[in-house]
């Protein structure tokens, strides 16, 4: 089956396989591209000639009080809040039982009144233990890169600027180690602003939130900085504060959505993959085409070369990496890019050649000329999936049967009776109703297993199937299984949607969280992945992104991949 929104379209593009993608080892290896909601974000602020400002900064020597962040669009105002406090270092810890910060924020629809701010201020230190409005659309916080926030903060306040090495070894000043949107804590619910135009996409508010928790993070060490050194103290020059982006901090929590929203998961998913199918399908690169794709390589393996990781897993892979760049500069050399079809030949070539990193590095660079061919789709990456979710009781077992033997054969390639392929199971945690991942033979969880392993209900869905008489309906077969409706929902739903489901094992005994985590993370915009362990990861966003004064003239597309700074 060919994934497409328009059809007359699919039966021209040459799709990957949904075998080849949805792979955890290939989506654990996903990059930012043009498609990534923080740049769509940003193209679309530039586009509409959004305005920002700072109406209130009211901190104190100490750095502790209030600032507002106000992004004015062409129909409605919001207002980033921001708490600085003053954390004792011993109460600074990015887990989620986490009750201090070094930072609290809350995006207002419109602009906040005294009562407001003095509302937030009461409710948004406190987090999950306090309660919004829905006036406020996002709830987040983040704490300090201490070392790095300390030694700009050392060097603004005595004249001088940072240093550009210790910069690129983290990237951010701050991180932020949850972003709560969507109805939590007594936040707007998704429906109420999801058919706003400047939200149009995923994501688009909890990011834009994050842009402006960015620009707090310098204007405070910035303060801070002129509060210690006085008439002495700089600001942080523009090409460094530029490659200073925000940090997250990100665990299990995040690792099922990709689970547990299929329906939106393909449309992102074909999104990608149809602006990759139409760039392949170019029978030509035009000169200043290759040239745009030449010099976003090379700024690429630049970035490449400034991603730091510990972690043994990431590291390996950032080295295949940086040698797969020296593969790709050797092909390119060669003179691919003057041959016909040169974009589908380099994603050939980089399938047999490349590891995963490399090959997915390509695949999002070869999209960066070609944005009046692809950023339309970023319009399509959204999904309700309301829409589909009552189960067809009326579809006979033999329609169901056809469906399922064609899209769930790669359940085949996995037994389920070994231990090793049924070693893992997800619950959810009792304080803080997060979901975890727990050991099935060493764990006494059975009883709150969660339905995220696709593979594995699908075998025991298909056991149900085999005697079943084919002109008799999914509603007599649920009547007496249903324990399998949850499946029979699935299959249904992700009949046209062949991106929609990761074919593979996701409680097994070598499967890595952190690949689905990556994922998600990629079509969010962030680089410079940092897994701390196999189940959360470290992340940089909106790293060489411009800043609200500088958007009105850049154009943030070209500084997806930052220049190298200082040459």
């Given at each position: 089956?060919?994934?497409?929104?328009?059809?007359?379209?699919?039966?021209?593009?040459?799709?990957?396989?949904?075998?080849?993608?949805?792979?955890?080892?290939?989506?654990?290896?996903?990059h930012?591209?043009?498609?990534s909601?923080m740049r769509?974000?940003?193209?679309?602020?530039?586009?509409?000639?959004?305005?920002f400002?700072?109406?209130?900064?009211?901190l104190?020597?100490?750095?502790?009080?209030v600032?507002t962040?106000?992004?004015?669009?062409p129909?409605?105002?919001y207002?980033l809040?921001?708490f600085?406090?003053?954390?004792?270092?011993?109460?600074?810890?990015?887990?989620?039982?986490?009750?201090a910060?070094?930072?609290?924020f809350?995006?207002?629809?419109?602009?906040p009144?005294?009562?407001?701010?003095?509302?937030?201020?009461?409710?948004?230190?406190?987090q999950?233990?306090g309660?919004?409005?829905?006036?406020?659309?996002?709830?987040?916080?983040?704490?300090?890169?201490?070392?790095?926030?300390?030694?700009?903060?050392?060097?603004?306040a005595?004249?001088?600027q940072?240093?550009?090495e210790?910069?690129?070894?983290?990237?951010?000043l701050?991180?932020?180690?949850?972003?709560?949107?969507?109805?939590?804590?007594?936040a707007?619910?998704?429906?109420?602003?999801?058919?706003?135009?400047?939200?149009?996409?995923?994501?688009?508010?909890?990011?834009?939130?994050?842009?402006?928790?960015?620009?707090?993070?310098?204007?405070?060490?910035?303060?801070?900085a002129?509060m210690?050194?006085?008439?002495?103290?700089?600001t942080?020059?523009?090409s460094?504060?530029?490659?200073?982006?925000?940090?997250?901090?990100t665990?299990l929590?995040?690792?099922?959505?990709l689970?547990?929203?299929?329906?939106?998961i393909?449309?992102?998913?074909?999104?990608?993959e149809?602006?990759l199918?139409?760039v392949?399908a170019l029978p030509?690169?035009?000169?200043?085409e290759?040239?745009?794709?030449?010099?976003?390589?090379d700024?690429a393996?630049f970035n490449a070369?400034?991603?730091?990781t510990d972690?043994?897993?990431?590291?390996?892979?950032?080295?295949?990496?940086?040698?797969?760049?020296?593969?790709?500069?050797?092909?390119?050399?060669?003179g691919?890019?003057?041959?016909?079809?040169?974009?589908?030949?380099?994603?050939?070539?980089?399938?047999?050649?490349?590891?995963?990193?490399?090959?997915e590095?390509?695949?999002?660079?070869v999209?960066e000329?070609?944005?009046?061919?692809?950023?339309?789709?970023?319009?399509?990456?959204?999904?309700?999936?309301?829409?589909?979710?009552?189960i067809?009781g009326?579809?006979t077992?033999g329609?169901?049967?056809?469906?399922?033997?064609?899209?769930?054969?790669?359940?085949?390639?996995?037994d389920?009776?070994?231990?090793?392929?049924?070693?893992?199971?997800?619950?959810?945690s009792?304080?803080?109703?997060e979901?975890?991942?727990?050991?099935?033979?060493?764990?006494?969880l059975e009883?709150?297993?969660?339905?995220?392993?696709?593979g594995?209900d699908?075998t025991?869905?298909?056991?149900?199937?085999?005697d079943?008489d084919?002109q008799d309906t999914i509603a007599?077969?649920?009547?007496?299984?249903?324990?399998?409706?949850?499946?029979?929902?699935r299959?249904?739903?992700?009949?046209?949607?062949?991106f929609?489901e990761i074919?593979?094992?996701t409680?097994d005994?070598k499967?890595?969280?952190?690949?689905?985590?990556r994922c998600?993370?990629?079509?969010?915009?962030?680089?410079?992945?940092?897994?701390?362990?196999?189940?959360?990861?470290?992340?940089?966003?909106?790293?060489?992104?411009?800043f609200?004064?500088?958007?009105?003239?850049?154009d943030?597309?070209d500084?997806a991949?930052?220049?190298?700074?200082?040459?």
């Open positions: 089956m060919i994934p497409s929104s328009r059809e007359h379209e699919s039966k021209n593009l040459a799709f990957r396989s949904r075998d080849t993608v949805m792979r955890l080892k290939r989506l654990g290896s996903f930012q591209s043009r498609l909601f769509v974000l940003l193209r679309r602020l530039k586009g509409e000639k959004w305005q400002d700072r109406p209130v900064f009211d104190n020597e100490a750095g502790v009080g600032a962040y106000r992004a004015v669009g129909k409605r105002v207002t809040v921001a600085a406090h003053d954390l004792p270092d011993e109460k600074r810890s990015d887990r989620v039982i986490a009750d910060w070094d930072a609290t809350a995006l207002v629809d419109g602009e009144t005294p009562d407001d701010l003095a509302r937030l201020s009461k409710n948004v230190p406190l999950e233990a309660r919004v409005s829905g006036k406020e659309f996002v709830l987040s916080r983040a704490n300090k890169s201490v070392r790095l926030f300390n030694h700009v903060l050392e060097a603004l005595s004249g001088n940072p240093s550009l210790e910069i690129q070894k983290v990237g951010y701050m991180r932020t180690t949850a972003v709560y949107g969507s109805g939590k804590f007594g707007a619910d998704r429906s109420f602003w999801a058919k706003r135009s400047e939200f149009e996409g995923s994501f688009q508010p909890e990011l834009l939130a994050v842009w402006l928790i960015r620009c707090f993070a310098i204007d405070w060490v910035e303060h801070l002129k210690k050194g006085g008439s002495q103290a700089v942080l020059d523009h460094l504060r530029r490659s200073l982006g925000i940090g997250n901090s665990g929590g995040m690792a099922p959505f689970i547990n929203h299929p329906t939106l393909h449309a992102w998913i074909q999104a990608r149809t602006a199918a139409r392949c030509e690169a035009k000169p200043v290759q040239q745009r794709f030449l010099e976003l390589v700024r393996r070369e400034n991603w730091y972690h043994p897993h990431q590291k390996g892979k950032v080295e295949c990496l940086l040698k797969d760049f020296e593969k790709i500069d050797d092909f390119l050399k060669a691919i890019l003057a041959e016909p079809f040169p974009w589908q030949k380099l994603v050939n070539w980089s399938e047999e050649i490349l590891g995963f990193e490399g090959r590095q390509l695949a999002s660079l999209l000329p070609y944005g009046h061919l692809v950023d339309d789709l970023a319009a399509q990456m959204h999904a309700d999936e309301a829409l589909d979710f009552r067809d009326a579809m077992i329609q169901f049967k056809a469906i399922f033997e064609r899209d769930y054969r790669w359940i085949k390639e996995f389920f009776s070994d231990q090793s392929a049924n070693a893992r199971i997800w619950y959810t009792e304080e803080k109703l979901p975890r991942l727990g050991e099935r033979y060493e764990e006494d009883a709150y297993e969660q339905p995220l392993s696709p594995r699908a025991r869905l298909s056991k149900a199937l085999e079943q084919e007599s077969l649920l009547m007496r299984y249903p324990e399998h409706r949850h499946m029979v929902r299959v249904q739903r992700l009949r046209d949607r062949p929609g074919r593979d094992n409680i005994a499967m890595m969280p952190i690949d689905l985590l998600k993370l990629s079509f969010f915009g962030a680089t410079k992945f940092d897994p701390r362990s196999d189940r959360w990861v470290r992340i940089t966003m909106y790293q060489g992104a411009p609200p004064d500088e958007l009105s003239h850049m943030p597309d500084c991949y930052p220049v190298q700074y200082g040459r």
